[in-house]
């Protein structure tokens, strides 16, 4: 009776597949000889083999603090209005103040 194979741990896989490679035997053939279980390492050579997951990360500039609002007073009215504002809609709220 075959001794049994025993299954691979991620830390050791990196190496096993890299002299499974080398050898240049067929998997089942390499993992007979070297009493490793096949599926193990043909599930970590498909593992490895998948990019790893992306991660975002948001990016600031150390010691740059945002740009200071444009500060509009009109008759005692103080509005502030930050880059990217909608000319649009600050027209509408000028036009507002002034017929308060």
């Given amino acids: 009776m075959p001794a049994p ?4 741990t991620q830390d050791e896989a990196p190496e096993l597949l890299a ?3 080398a050898s240049q ?6 993992c007979a000889q070297n009493g490793v279980d096949g599926r193990s ?3 970590w050579a498909d593992r490895l083999a998948q990019p ?9 500039r150390p010691g740059r603090a945002a740009p200071e609002p444009l500060r509009l007073t009109l008759d005692g009215v103080v509005i502030d209005v930050p880059d990217g504002f909608n ?6 709220v000028l036009a507002v103040v002034r017929a308060c």
């Fill in 87 to 92: 000319d649009q809609t600050l027209a509408r």
């Fill in 41 to 43: 390492l043909r599930y």
């Fill in 5 to 8: 194979r025993r299954r691979i």
């Fill in 19 to 21: 002299h499974w490679r």
């Fill in 25 to 30: 035997q067929p998997l089942p053939e390499w």
């Fill in 52 to 60: 790893a997951p992306i991660r975002l990360v948001e990016l600031a």
